[in-house]
């Protein structure tokens, strides 16, 4: 199997705004206005709002239970050691769950021998996946020995990253030139210039690097930013007053972080974001680990930006690839179930609690995930 390809990604950096909009994904909503007139009190007065209040019994309870649900309790980790014996129960749920996602390691001459004869396509998540979930999401740094291993993986095979944060944010996480890289859930993309891409997607329009170098831009949601600008504002507006609640900008989404907010008052954060959105009917909340994330309705995710990229690397449509997705979200889930749909490729969990998922694959941990991407390169 001929695993080497010579390639490289650009270092990439936005082209100047573009006053006609690109949006060419549909969105089930509302039309959008021009900047402007989006937030204007006039435009605002004809649409139906519901008014603000207490969530109703339902739907809070249904915030909550998604809020945990998503949040499940992790074993805490002091200098590399864990400080809390481990369950047995837990130890046995866990292990009866790896009947159904074996893990990517103990498996991984399997994996290799599905790849024989094809050319891999590698996809990463970043936080959980490729550092660890902390307390403060700015100082999500991942180790220099990862760094390494996603250097080395890069040289042989295309290896993008698809992250909810902000694609310069994690850019300068990762700090490699050998990557490709996708932020705000696959709604920022920098990558390859095919022309079949860029004449194909209204949203995709040619730009270049630092370098001069030609490169594709594609933001489906490029006509959303100053939506999620005026909500990323509220947000910091109406949550300053709860200990721990962090609000992140990226870019094309909002994130509300409670990881640090005491768990009787993730309520009041749920209220807080819930009461905002009434005015903006054309984003929508999905729940990450810990983390609220406020987005455009629009017809992308995670899995559709694997597509993109595939295409994009022009390793679509062929039977000769197979493309790895590892990833720990929520939001990973659609690439995963992209990957399982199509059989076209293998989807990696990386959970050290059970959950259940469209992966085929587990890891346990960032270190695990680690020691796959070095067991790739050998």
């Not at 999500?140 to 291993?149: D, I, T, V, W």
């Not at 995709?204 to 005026?230: W, Y």
């Amino acid at each position: 199997m001929d695993l080497k390809s010579n390639h490289s990604a650009p270092v990439l950096t936005d082209p100047p705004p573009v006053n006609k909009s690109r949006f060419g994904i549909r969105s089930s909503l509302l039309p959008y206005s021009p900047p402007g007139s989006a937030f204007s009190s006039g435009l605002l007065l004809t649409v139906p709002r519901k008014k603000t209040g207490v969530l109703d019994d339902v739907r809070s309870t249904c915030w909550l239970d998604a809020m945990k649900s998503s949040s499940p309790t992790h074993k805490k980790i002091t200098n590399g050691f864990n400080t809390e014996p481990a369950s047995t129960d837990t130890d046995v749920t866990y292990r009866t769950w790896l009947l159904k996602y074996p893990s990517a390691l103990k498996s991984f001459e399997q994996i290799m021998d599905y790849a024989k004869g094809k050319r891999i396509a590698l996809f990463l998540d970043y936080d959980g996946t490729l550092s660890p979930i902390v307390d403060n999401p700015d100082r999500a740094f991942m180790s220099n020995s990862m760094r390494a291993a996603v250097r080395n993986v890069a040289k042989v095979f295309p290896t993008a990253i698809i992250s909810g944060r902000s694609r310069d944010k994690v850019y300068n996480f990762v700090g490699l030139k050998e990557l490709y890289y996708a932020g705000s859930h696959g709604m920022d993309i920098m990558g390859p210039v095919r022309h079949s891409i860029s004449d194909g997607h209204q949203d995709c329009i040619r730009s270049t690097d630092k370098q001069g170098k030609e490169v594709n831009l594609f933001q489906p949601a490029s006509e959303f930013l100053p939506m999620i600008h005026e909500v990323f504002r509220s947000l910091v507006r109406c949550t300053h007053e709860i200990e721990g609640a962090e609000v992140e900008n990226n870019k094309f989404c909002v994130s509300v972080h409670y990881r640090n907010v005491d768990e009787k008052h993730w309520k009041t954060i749920a209220q807080l974001v819930d009461d905002i959105l009434k005015d903006y009917p054309r984003l929508r909340v999905t729940h990450g680990r810990k983390v609220l994330e406020v987005r455009p309705v629009i017809d992308w995710d995670k899995g559709k930006a694997v597509e993109f990229l595939l295409e994009s690397l022009g390793l679509s449509n062929s039977d000769d690839v197979l493309p790895i997705y590892v990833g720990d979200d929520q939001t990973d889930e659609d690439a995963f179930k992209v990957l399982r749909d199509g059989k076209r490729g293998y989807g990696i969990l990386v959970s050290s609690v059970p959950k259940e998922s469209n992966a085929f694959y587990s890891l346990r941990d960032p270190s695990e995930v680690m020691e796959f991407l070095k067991s790739l390169v050998m």
